[in-house]
């Protein structure tokens, strides 16, 4: 499975920007895909996952109301709406891919994905 995301870039805050990460290879067992970031200094940190079999989402507190995930079934392709950007949001954003059985409550969970893709870089600053 190979995972390449794109779509970061330089955006003034309160601007918005889209991510997209697409999935190749052996994908037949994806169950869920998700979306992580690090900042500098930071751990990483889950920001939001979709599982495909219920097309059930989840995010963290900190992004909820502000990104937005989708995912193109006909593509493998996930998605990651981000508006209303803030400095703080900053980072080197991942995305992952879980073939397993990843359940709602652990699926900002790293330890639950177990392809990742390079990371694509969102700056947020005036």
């Known amino acids: 499975v190979q995972l390449q995301a794109s779509g970061g870039g330089l955006v003034q805050p309160g601007g918005s920007l889209r991510l997209s990460c697409a999935a190749s290879?052996?994908?037949?067992?994806?169950?869920?895909m998700g979306w992580y970031r690090q900042a500098p200094g930071n751990e990483r940190e889950g920001i939001s996952a979709?599982?495909?079999?219920?097309?059930?989402?989840n995010y963290a507190d900190f992004v909820r109301g502000r990104f937005t995930i989708a995912k193109d079934n006909a593509e493998n392709t996930v998605y990651l709406q981000m508006d209303s950007l803030r400095p703080e949001d900053t980072g080197l954003y991942y995305c992952?891919?879980?073939?397993?059985?990843?359940?709602?409550?652990?699926?900002?969970?790293?330890?639950?994905?177990?392809?990742w893709g390079q990371g694509t870089l969102v700056t947020v600053s005036s």
């Open positions: 290879g052996s994908t037949f067992r994806l169950n869920a």
């Open positions: 992952a891919l879980d073939v397993g059985h990843v359940t709602y409550t652990r699926m900002l969970d790293a330890d639950e994905y177990q392809f």
């Open positions: 979709f599982r495909t079999w219920d097309a059930v989402s």
